[in-house]
């Protein structure tokens, strides 16, 4: 069974930094793309940035590029993303996701941990 767990987020003023993680396990990622993505109620779910394991290729949204980078650990099979100058507009859930193919569409995600909430305070 696949799970990917999230940790790592919480309260941070504006032009802080906070390091996500999301563990993968149930199955060999070695191939897989994982990616993060944020939300706020009422609007869909949105790219933030994506790690191809395989590879180490990162891709980030314009919005946070620049201020996030997002790093692996395979023995781990965990993935970081580092975040920093962190702005309100920052606030959201933020998802892990894994899937065999990149794309900036959470719809073609296939595996998503629970979320874990980042809140940046002005």
């Known amino acids: 069974q696949v799970q990917l767990v999230e940790s790592g987020g919480g309260l941070v003023q504006a032009g802080g930094s906070l390091r996500l993680s999301c563990a993968a396990s149930g199955r060999t990622f070695d191939r897989y793309v994982m990616g993060w993505f944020r939300q706020v109620p009422g609007k869909e779910r949105e790219f933030v940035a994506a790690t191809m394991w395989s590879t180490g290729n990162t891709y980030y949204a314009d919005s946070v590029k620049g201020r996030f980078t997002i790093s692996r650990d395979n023995a781990r099979n965990t993935v970081y993303p580092q975040m920093n100058s962190l702005k309100p507009e920052d606030t959201a859930v933020y998802y892990c996701?894994?899937?065999?193919?990149?794309?900036?569409?959470?719809?073609?995600?296939?595996?998503w941990g629970q979320g874990t909430q980042v809140t940046v305070s002005s």
């Open positions: 996701a894994a899937d065999p193919i990149y794309s900036r569409d959470y719809r073609r995600y296939r595996y």
